[in-house]
C-alpha cells in the first residue's frame, strides 16, 4: 500500500548547527503535506505545511522543501537549540473527498540535540 | 489558540471493560479525529467526524466506535477492552471541510488495558 515514511529513526545534531530531517512519500496524488514536532509527554504540535503547488515554504528557524519529482519532503531547522529534541513527523494527504483531513503520517525520527 | 482537551492523561483499565475517552476542543472546530500511537508505528487513524451525528471509520476502526453529539465533543469508546488495545491515544480537531489544514492534536491518553 501507499505510505509515508522516514529514512532515519534517529538524528543526532550538535547544538548550533543545522537540522535536516527527510521524508519519503509514495502517493502521487498527495498535495498536502504537513510536519509536527511531538515533545514527550505532549501530543504533536504543528511545525508547518505545504501545499503541492510549492517547492518551499519558510517558518521560524525552519524550512520544508517539497519535491514531487522524486516523492520527497524534507524539513531543515536552523540553527538547532536543546528545545528543538523531540520526535518529527510528517504527514500526507491526497485533498481527495473520499479521503480529505485522514493524514498519513510517517513513524518519526527522534532528533537529538547535544551540546 | 486552539485548544484540544483530552480528560484523562492516564487509564487502566481491565480486560472486557468498557471505556470512555473524552476529547474537547474550543474553537468551534467541525473536524475531530481520533487516533492511536504506538511505538514504531506511527500515528493510526481509529475514527473521524466531519459533524455532528457523523462518523467514518479511518484505517483501524475495529473494537472502537465513537458518539459526536455535540460539535465540541468526540468520545471514542472501546466496548470490550483488550490488551491490544493498550496504547496512546490522540485526539485532534480541524476546521473546515473540503479545505485540507493542520490537525490540532490534544496531550494524549496513555491507557493501559491488564
Known amino acids: 500500500g501507499e505510505s509515508v515514511g522516514l529514512h532515519l529513526p534517529t538524528l543526532s545534531v550538535q547544538e548550533g548547527d543545522n537540522s535536516i530531517i527527510n521524508c519519503a512519500y509514495s502517493n502521487s496524488a498527495s498535495d498536502y503535506f504537513i510536519w509536527y514536532k511531538q515533545e514527550s509527554g505532549k501530543g504533536p504540535q504543528f511545525i508547518i505545511d505545504i501545499r503541492s503547488n510549492m517547492d518551499k515554504r519558510q517558518g521560524q528557524r525552519v524550512t520544508v522543501l517539497l519535491n514531487k519529482t522524486v516523492k520527497h519532503l524534507s524539513l531543515q531547522i536552523a540553527a538547532t537549540q536543546p528545545g528543538d529534541s523531540a520526535v518529527y513527523f510528517c504527514?500526507?494527504?491526497?485533498?481527495?473527498?473520499?479521503?480529505?483531513?485522514?493524514?498519513?503520517f510517517g513513524a518519526g525520527t527522534q532528533v537529538v540535540v547535544t551540546p | 489558540d486552539v485548544k484540544v482537551t483530552q480528560s484523562s492523561r492516564y487509564l487502566v483499565k481491565r480486560t472486557g471493560e468498557k471505556v470512555f475517552l473524552e476529547c474537547v476542543q474550543d474553537?468551534?472546530?467541525?473536524?475531530m479525529f481520533w487516533y492511536r500511537q504506538d511505538p514504531g508505528l506511527g500515528l493510526r487513524l481509529i475514527y473521524f467526524?466531519?459533524?455532528?451525528?457523523?462518523?467514518e471509520k479511518g484505517d483501524i476502526p475495529e473494537g472502537y466506535s465513537v458518539s459526536r453529539e455535540k460539535k465540541e465533543r468526540f468520545s471514542l469508546i472501546l466496548e470490550s477492552a483488550s490488551t491490544n488495545q493498550t496504547s496512546m491515544y490522540l485526539c485532534?480537531?480541524?476546521?473546515?471541510?473540503?479545505?485540507?489544514?493542520?490537525?490540532?492534536f490534544g496531550n494524549g491518553t496513555r491507557l493501559t488495558v491488564t
Open positions: 485532534a480537531s480541524s476546521p473546515g471541510q473540503g479545505l485540507n489544514s493542520p490537525l490540532h
Open positions: 504527514a500526507e494527504n491526497t485533498g481527495r473527498r473520499d479521503s480529505w483531513g485522514k493524514l498519513q
Open positions: 467526524s466531519y459533524d455532528v451525528k457523523m462518523k
Open positions: 474553537m468551534d472546530h467541525e473536524n
